[in-house]
């Protein structure tokens, strides 16, 4: 059993938060990009 912290674990816990926030934005951006793709057609119909 460990007493102290070990620095990795927090070096594991910012590249969690970093890929993490990195795969959230990219999901948020396709999104938006479908969205904006949708108003586009919707748009070009009228």
């Given at each position: 059993?460990?007493?102290?912290?070990?620095?990795?674990?927090?070096?594991?816990?910012?590249?969690?938060?970093?890929v993490?926030?990195t795969?959230?934005?990219?999901?948020?951006?396709?999104?938006?990009?479908?969205?904006?793709?949708a108003?586009?057609?919707k748009?070009?119909?009228?």
């Amino acid at each position: 059993m460990r007493e102290a912290l070990d620095q990795w674990d927090f070096v594991y816990a910012a590249y969690a938060l970093g890929v993490g926030g990195t795969l959230a934005m990219m999901a948020w951006s396709w999104l938006a990009m479908k969205r904006a793709e949708a108003r586009r057609e919707k748009a070009r119909q009228r």
